[in-house]
């Protein structure tokens, strides 16, 4: 199994970029997908999640102009970034997870892909 990122690349202050992410070889529903972003220096941080029955959490900074959706038939999660900002310039990534006992599990994580957001 493995995540397949795709979609990020250069944008300037304002635009829009959509990365989509697809679990291949994987039989099972992901109950959790969420999209994570690092720069260099800092820790991974969560941007967006959303559960199998399609309930949503963002982080401050990208509610509003980010959305998170899924197409749980094909196990692939998309993030549309409208009104970009160059603080939204890292890696994001992919992960595939679940719940244990209530609590959201991170699993697998995808290769990362790079946005850009030129001011």
Same mark, same amino acid.
């Given at each position: 199994?493995?995540?397949?990122?795709?979609?990020?690349?250069?944008?300037?202050?304002?635009?829009?970029?959509?990365?989509?992410?697809?679990?291949?070889?994987?039989?099972?529903?992901?109950?959790?997908?969420?999209? @994570?972003? !690092?720069?260099?220096?800092?820790?991974? %941080?969560?941007? +967006?999640?959303?559960?199998?029955?399609?309930?949503?959490?963002? $982080?401050?900074?990208?509610?509003?102009?980010?959305?998170?959706?899924?197409?749980?038939?094909?196990?692939?999660? @998309?993030? !549309?970034?409208?009104?970009?900002?160059? %603080?939204?310039? +890292?890696?994001?990534?992919?992960?595939?997870?679940?719940?244990? $006992?209530?609590?959201?599990?991170?699993?697998?994580?995808?290769?990362?892909?790079?946005?850009?957001?030129?001011?």
């Amino acid at each position: 199994v493995q995540l397949q990122a795709s979609g990020g690349g250069l944008a300037q202050a304002g635009g829009s970029l959509r990365l989509s992410c697809e679990a291949i070889g994987s039989p099972n529903l992901y109950s959790l997908m969420s999209w @994570y972003r !690092q720069t260099p220096g800092k820790q991974r %941080e969560l941007v +967006a999640d959303i559960t199998h029955r399609g309930d949503t959490t963002y $982080a401050d900074p990208v509610k509003g102009r980010f959305t998170i959706s899924r197409t749980n038939a094909k196990n692939e999660v @998309y993030l !549309q970034m409208s009104d970009l900002k160059p %603080e939204d310039t +890292a890696v994001y990534y992919c992960n595939a997870g679940y719940f244990g $006992a209530g609590e959201k599990v991170l699993g697998l994580w995808g290769q990362g892909t790079q946005v850009t957001v030129s001011s």
